[in-house]
C-alpha cells in the first residue's frame, strides 16, 4: 500500500483501526497460568531414594576394607594383628626406596583395641620384619607386656624374618612359632656411618659447616669419624644393645648370660633358634592361631578378626591418590637410577 491510501483523506494521517464487524466476537484477554510445581516431589524423593542406595553400597564397600571390620569384633574371638615391613617409631606407610614400614604408633593402638575388648581370648602377632627402631621396637614391645599383665594371652607367629628389631617385639609375647626357615635371632645393635670425604674431594666437592658445638655434625658424611666421636657413638650402641639383652631375658624367661652369648648379631634358623630357646615350637600361622585359641579357652575352629588401624573414607580415597603418587615415585626413580648405572635410559644396568 502507498504513503497516500493509507493515510487519511483531507488530513494526512494515519488511517484509524476499523471496528470488527457487526457479528463477530473479540475474545477476552487471558492473564498467563501458572505452572504446577508437583512434579518436583516425586523427582526430589526419587534423588533422596537414589543418594541413600549409593551410600549403602558404599558402606558395604568399605566393610570389605582393610580396617572397617569386615569381620565383626563381637563374639568370642582371636585378634590378628600384623607386624609387617621395616619397625619404625610413628605411623605406618611406604616410601620409593624402602618399601613398606610399620609404624609403633599403629601397631600399638591394635593392641589397645584387642586388650580393652573382653570378646578377644588371645592375641596372634603375625611377624615379618627384619627390624628396625629401636625406640619403635620398644615401645611396641612394652605395649606387649601391658596387655599381659592385664589377662590376655599374647603368640607371635614369624613367616620369612622376625630378627633384630622384629625379635625385639616378638619376644615379649607368651609363646613363638616359627617355621624351620623362618630367619631370626640377629640380637644386637648397629650404627652404619658412610665417610663421603674421598669422593668429595675427586669430584671438587668441598662442602662447608658452621656449628655451634664439636658433636653437632656427628656422622656427617663430609669426614671420617674421629676417635672421640666414635667413642661416644659406640656407647650410646652398647647402651641399647644392653636394654636390648635384658628384654630378650626377661621376655624368654633366660639369664642373661645365656641369651649374651648368642647376641652377638648372629642370625638363626627356626629349628636353630629352638635349640637356644629363641622360639618355643615349629609351626605355620594356622597352628599358633589353633594354639593361641585352645590357651585362651576357645573350642573348636576359632574366629580370627584381623585387627588393622581405622581408616575413614578420607583414608581411602586419599590412598589411591598416594598409591598413584608412589608408583610414578617408582618410576621416576627407576629411570634414574638406570641413567645414573648406565646412561642408556631404561632396560639397561650393571653389566
Not at 656427617?220 to 630378650?248: C, D, G, H, W
Not at 615415585?329 to 645414573?340: F, V
Request: net charge positive; charged share 25%; glycine share 14%.
Amino acid at each position: 500500500m502507498s504513503d497516500d491510501m493509507s493515510r487519511t483523506p483531507g488530513t494526512g494521517g494515519p488511517i484509524p483501526p476499523q471496528p470488527p464487524p457487526a457479528g463477530c466476537y473479540a475474545p477476552t484477554p487471558q492473564p498467563p497460568r501458572r505452572r504446577s510445581l508437583i512434579w518436583v516431589i516425586p523427582v526430589v524423593l526419587g534423588g533422596l531414594v537414589f543418594l541413600t542406595l549409593i551410600m549403602v553400597g558404599i558402606g558395604m564397600l568399605f566393610r570389605g576394607l582393610p580396617g572397617f571390620g569386615g569381620i565383626s569384633e563381637y563374639g568370642s574371638h582371636i585378634a590378628l594383628i600384623r607386624v609387617e615391613g621395616i619397625i619404625t617409631a610413628g605411623k605406618s606407610g611406604s616410601g620409593l626406596f624402602s618399601g613398606s614400614y610399620c609404624g609403633s604408633e599403629d601397631v600399638i593402638e591394635q593392641l589397645e583395641r584387642a586388650r580393652k575388648n573382653d570378646d578377644v581370648k588371645a592375641i596372634v602377632l603375625r611377624m615379618d620384619s627384619p627390624g628396625g627402631s629401636p625406640a619403635g621396637s620398644e615401645e611396641v614391645y612394652n605395649e606387649i607386656m601391658r596387655v599381659r599383665r592385664g589377662g590376655k594371652i599374647v603368640y607371635t607367629s614369624m613367616a620369612d624374618v622376625a630378627a633384630s628389631g622384629g625379635y625385639y617385639i616378638a619376644c615379649a609375647s607368651d609363646r613363638i612359632y616359627a617355621d624351620s626357615s623362618t630367619l631370626t635371632g640377629s640380637i644386637g645393635v648397629i650404627w652404619d656411618i658412610t665417610d663421603m670425604s674421598g669422593l668429595y674431594r675427586k669430584i671438587g666437592f668441598n662442602p662447608q659447616v658452621i656449628k655451634s658445638g664439636k658433636f653437632k655434625d656427628i656422622g656427617s658424611p663430609n669426614r671420617p669419624l674421629t676417635p672421640e666421636e666414635r667413642a661416644l657413638l659406640q656407647n650410646i650402641v652398647m647402651e641399647t644393645y644392653e636394654q636390648f639383652v635384658k628384654a630378650v631375658a626377661e621376655g624368654r624367661h633366660l639369664p642373661v648370660a645365656d641369651v649374651r652369648k648368642i647376641a652377638d648379631g648372629r642370625v638363626l634358623t627356626g629349628s636353630q633358634a629352638i635349640k637356644v630357646k629363641l622360639v618355643d615350637r615349629i609351626g605355620g600361622m594356622k597352628e599358633t592361631v589353633r594354639a593361641a585359641a585352645r590357651a585362651g579357652g576357645i573350642k573348636g575352629e576359632p574366629k580370627v578378626v584381623e585387627y588393622r588401624r581405622h581408616r575413614s573414607i578420607y583414608d581411602i580415597l586419599g590412598s589411591e591418590t598416594e598409591g598413584a603418587a608412589s608408583e610414578a615415585e617408582r618410576a621416576i626413580g627407576k629411570q634414574l637410577i638406570d641413567r645414573l648405572l648406565d646412561g642408556r635410559g631404561s632396560g639397561s644396568g650393571l653389566r
